[in-house]
T-cell receptor, first 111, second 114 residues
Framework: DTGVSQDPRHKITKRGQNVTFRCDPISEHNRLYWYRQTLGQGPEFLTYFQNEAQLEKSRLLSDRFSAERPKGSFSTLEIQRTEQGDSAMYLC?????????FGEGSRLTVL | KQEVTQIPAALSVPEGENLVLNCSFTDSAIYNLQWFRQDPGKGLTSLLLIQSSQREQTSGRLNASLDKSSGRSTLYIAASQPGDSATYLCAVRRGGWNTDKLIFGTGTRLQVFP
């Protein structure tokens, strides 16, 4: 039984470039969540899916951000035209009922 | 708006001490509360989950309590070890038919020295 996996673990990009992160949840978990964490802060909710339906999006998720979960399994989070303020750890989590399980995160550095 | 506060922000103790980490939240209408551990540069590891109807949960040297009416939870760590050094985060979960999110505190950074 593998946990939540995220790829890539680290991404360095120049301002204005697009980046995409992938999350593979624990198999059979129907809910998948994206969070963002900056240094010294707790994670902040971005969005979540139940199966393939995106049910809630935070106001933090500007129109430069888009998340998909096309077949109700893996998910992608794309950031277009990155800004320095997007530098953060992007965390993915999944759950079936109750407890959330997080991946190791994808750290984004925007130069 | 739900706000979660953790006290203290940082704690440094000698090995072997029993310690208590505190978490408070402003809205008692929660679905559950979860405690996590985070090592530097890593993801979150779930430690304990307490449903809103429960008062406490135990796992090994860890015990978490929940008092919904007062908006408080504590994480008790018995006989602390250097390997317990990490940041501990609590998060409350709002549930409902159209919402499902964790609201996190900013964490308690724990250092246990030999």
């Amino acid at each position: 039984d593998t946990g939540v996996s995220q790829d890539p673990r680290h991404k360095i990009t120049k301002r204005g470039q697009n980046v995409t992160f992938r999350c593979d949840p624990i198999s059979e978990h129907n809910r998948l969540y994206w969070y963002r964490q900056t240094l010294g802060q707790g994670p902040e909710f971005l969005t979540y899916f139940q199966n393939e339906a995106q049910l809630e999006k935070s106001r933090l998720l500007s129109d430069r951000f888009s998340a998909e979960r096309p077949k109700g399994s893996f998910s992608t989070l794309e950031i277009q035209r990155t800004e320095q303020g997007d530098s953060a750890m992007y965390l993915c989590a999944s759950s079936l009922i109750g407890e959330l399980f997080f991946g190791e995160g994808s750290r984004l550095t925007v130069l | 708006k739900q706000e979660v506060t953790q006290i203290p922000a940082a704690l440094s103790v000698p090995e072997g001490e029993n310690l208590v980490l505190n978490c408070s939240f402003t809205d008692s209408a929660i679905y559950n509360l979860q405690w996590f551990r985070q090592d530097p540069g890593k993801g979150l590891t779930s430690l304990l989950l307490i449903q809103s109807s429960q008062r406490e949960q135990t796992s090994g040297r860890l015990n978490a309590s929940l008092d919904k009416s007062s908006g408080r939870s504590t994480l008790y760590i018995a006989a602390s070890q250097p390997g317990d050094s990490a940041t501990y985060l609590c998060a409350v979960r709002r549930g409902g038919w159209n919402t499902d999110k964790l609201i996190f505190g900013t964490g308690t950074r724990l250092q246990v020295f030999p």
